[in-house]
Every structure is written in structure tokens, then in C-alpha cells.
């Protein structure tokens, strides 16, 4: 069945940076969207940022634009998400996500704190 593996979460201060991954395993990776998401405490999970199956027309949430970067690697079924310039309000569980027919699948999700 379909498996996302979020990790590379923690705690890190303003200004810093970290880099997520997610392993995808039971599905085709390579022929699927792939998207980033985050929840944070009292609020409504939104989308940061998708990235085709080719890799390339990637889009990303206006608060994070500039400072994030989704990439994939399809040998690896693996979708990484490279956060720079961290802020106290990217703090949040961080989830991928994929959609296959109808379905939404999730992973578990990684918590990441950015705080002095």
C-alpha cells in the first residue's frame, strides 16, 4: 500500500535552515505530483509547496517563496524539501502528500520548530 515517510525535522533558530525528506513507497513515484504541506498549532494545514512528476513547474505558498525549495529524486522515490531563512512562524508539522484518484495520502508528518 501507499507509504510517505516524512524526516529531517527538529528544532532550529531564526535564520537557520534544515532540509526534509519523504520516502514514497507502493505507488509508481515517478508518474505522481508530489506536495508539501504544514499544520501549525490552531490552524488550517496549508499547502507550501507541489512539484510535478517531471520535476520541473514547481510552485510554492507566497510566505515561502524565495526561501524554500521542493525537489525530487525519482530513482530514489524520494521528495525533499530544502527550508532556508527559517522564520518563528514556519514552525509547524510538516506532512507529504501525494493524491491518487480521489484519494489523499499522507505521512505521518515531522515537527519543525524554529525558535531562538
Known amino acids: 500500500q501507499v507509504q510517505l515517510v516524512e524526516s529531517g525535522g527538529g528544532l532550529v533558530q531564526p535564520g537557520g535552515s534544515l532540509r526534509l525528506s519523504c520516502v514514497a513507497s507502493?505507488?509508481?513515484?515517478?508518474?505522481?505530483?508530489m506536495r508539501w504541506y504544514r499544520q501549525a498549532p490552531g490552524k488550517e494545514r496549508e499547502l507550501v509547496a507541489s512539484?510535478?512528476?517531471?520535476?520541473?513547474?514547481?510552485n510554492y505558498a507566497a510566505s515561502v517563496k524565495g526561501r524554500f525549495t521542493i525537489s525530487r529524486d525519482n530513482a530514489k522515490n524520494t521528495v525533499y524539501l530544502q527550508m532556508d531563512s527559517l522564520k518563528p512562524e514556519d514552525t509547524a508539522v510538516y506532512y507529504c502528500?501525494?493524491?491518487?484518484?480521489?484519494?489523499?495520502?499522507w505521512g505521518q508528518g515531522t515537527q519543525v520548530t524554529v525558535s531562538s
Open positions: 502528500n501525494t493524491v491518487r484518484g480521489t484519494i489523499d495520502y
Open positions: 507502493g505507488f509508481t513515484f515517478s508518474s505522481y505530483h
Open positions: 512539484i510535478p512528476s517531471a520535476g520541473s513547474n514547481t
